[in-house]
């Protein structure tokens, strides 16, 4: 079964392949974990950014899932909620955001003093931190780059989760920072043209864009979630 949650924890987001490994859409998760692993054939991918055109197509249920199923294979994986103005983490797993990321970047507590661990083995979330006044000049500051590659020394993998492309500049910083990017769209949601100009955001900013989910395709079995190419 899904977890269920109260009406006040409508802004989590659903821990689906933890509570329910069997499902079809948790295998879905698992196939973006493996075209992710062969992406990193070339080229080491290890910090993946994960954004969206838009608000609500689903990206930071991705984020989270993905980081789950990396977990799964025995790996250490973090997961940041990087979306500064509306984060949800703390929601989703339960932990405090009075320290986080911009905590950190903000020299207020030490980076491991930020890192929460969770209750699924070999994952650690970082919350964002109190809502600051200049998000996108924190993520594209030396104090992030810094964080980043420190994180990359700890982790097997770290998941960034982004704003959407379309709002602000923050998810095209991150994009640029991390070793690739994925684009969650929403089926019957996401507009053609949005979803194009989003893909020419990530170009502009010389990302390695890693592939496209697309949430909401109707498929024969029940719990589809969609597709990575």
Same mark, same amino acid.
């Given at each position: ?8 924890? %409508? ?5 689906? #392949?933890?509570?329910?490994?069997? #499902? ?9 974990? !493996? ?5 990193? &054939? ?14 609500? $197509? ?6 989270? !899932? =993905? #980081?789950?199923?990396?977990? *799964?294979?025995?790996?250490? /994986?973090?997961?940041?909620?990087? $979306? ?12 405090? @955001?009075?320290? +986080? =990321? ?37 993520? $594209?500051?030396?104090?992030?780059? !810094? ?8 982790? $097997? ?18 994009? !640029? ?6 684009? /969650?769209?929403?089926?019957? %949601? ?8 989003? %893909? *020419?955001?990530?170009?502009? #900013?010389?990302? @390695?864009?890693? +592939? &496209?989910? /697309? ?7 029940? @719990? ?6």
């Amino acid at each position: 079964m899904f977890r269920k949650f109260k009406k006040k924890d %409508k802004r989590r987001v659903h821990l689906i #392949a933890h509570y329910n490994p069997t #499902a079809s859409v948790t295998e879905q998760y698992r196939l973006i974990r !493996n075209n992710l692993q062969f992406s990193s &054939v070339d080229k080491e991918i290890k910090s993946v950014a994960i954004t969206s055109p838009e608000a609500s $197509d689903g990206k930071s249920t991705t984020a989270v !899932n =993905l #980081a789950i199923v990396l977990a *799964q294979l025995g790996k250490q /994986v973090l997961v940041i909620d990087t $979306d500064l103005r509306k984060p949800t983490f703390h929601y989703s797993f339960s932990v405090s @955001n009075l320290d +986080g =990321l911009t905590s950190v970047l903000t020299k207020k507590i030490d980076l491991k003093q930020a890192i929460s661990h969770t209750i699924i083995p070999n994952l650690d979330v970082l919350t964002s931190g109190p809502t600051p006044p200049n998000p996108s000049e924190l993520l $594209d500051s030396k104090a992030m780059e !810094n964080i980043m590659m420190e994180l990359k020394n700890t982790y $097997d993998y770290i998941v960034y989760d982004t704003p959407p492309l379309l709002v602000v500049t923050d998810a095209q910083i991150m994009a !640029n920072k991390c070793d690739g990017v994925v684009m /969650v769209v929403s089926s019957g %949601k996401t507009k053609k043209d949005g979803a194009l100009k989003a %893909k *020419q955001l990530l170009e502009k #900013a010389n990302s @390695n864009i890693l +592939g &496209v989910v /697309v949430n909401g395709v109707e498929s024969k079995r029940k @719990n589809s979630y969609g597709h990575y190419s």
